[in-house]
T-cell receptor, first 113, second 117 residues
């Protein structure tokens, strides 16, 4: 699976959009981009994933560049409860087979009042 | 619909004792994963199991650690003769069999925190 690069930390003001970047310049054509987050001491939580197109769900939006070498996770209106470590993971889903996710160091997002 | 259930949430063991951590996957999920998180570090994959089969144990230490997911009952992560370095949070995740577009969607439990004295 391709390696990802994320800034170690970011701050965001409460109520503003949080834009978390991820670089995955070695991504291959069959690899998906996944985002998870881990709020302090809790289990990781799935947020969103995509392959080529931008995706949106009730939690966030995922913007993938046309060359797929980078992506941005957007939390449109960050709240204090969004303070967490956010992980960008690139993974190939071979024919529906399951497998493990490789977590890097992620970005520690601090939402401030 | 209950989520992934792990127990115990906290476990204290003395060096040399055995630790058993249990994980009940979400209803309908037949895939289980175990991860370890040492203090102030990231999550490290340990093992991936399906019912009665170990699919990938590339992250498991070679000695003292074992995992199973029987036909009936929860998945068990067993650590024999624990040492202080085993102190960590152990997270279990589960998933159902899905097509390629959703194969990486894992649901995590709240973890079991092992402290070795």
């Amino acid at each position: 699976d391709a390696k990802t690069t994320q800034p170690p930390s970011m701050d965001c003001a409460e109520g503003r959009a949080a834009n978390l970047p991820c670089n995955h310049s070695t991504i291959s054509g069959n690899e998906y981009v996944y985002w998870y987050r881990q709020i302090h001491s809790q289990g990781p939580q799935y947020i969103i994933h995509g392959l080529k197109n931008n995706e949106t769900n009730e939690m966030a939006s995922l913007i993938i560049t046309e060359d797929r070498k980078s992506s941005t996770l957007i939390l449109p209106h960050a709240t204090l409860r969004d303070t967490a470590v956010y992980y960008c993971i690139v993974r190939a889903n071979y024919g529906g087979s399951q497998g493990n996710l490789i977590f890097g160091k992620g970005t520690k997002l601090s939402v401030k009042p | 619909n209950a989520g992934v259930m792990q127990n115990p949430r906290h476990l204290v063991r003395r060096r040399g004792q055995e630790a058993r951590l249990r994980c009940s996957p979400m209803k309908g999920h037949s895939h289980v994963y175990w991860y370890r998180q040492l203090p102030e570090e990231g999550l490290k994959f340990m093992v991936y199991l399906q019912k009665e089969n170990i699919i990938d144990e590339s992250g498991m230490p070679k000695e003292r650690f074992s995992a199973e997911f029987p036909k009936e009952g929860p998945s068990i992560l067993r650590i024999q003769q624990v040492v202080r370095g085993d102190s960590a949070a152990y997270f279990c995740a589960s998933s159902e069999m899905r097509g390629p577009s959703r194969a990486g969607e894992l649901f995590f439990g709240e973890g079991s925190r092992l402290t070795v004295l």
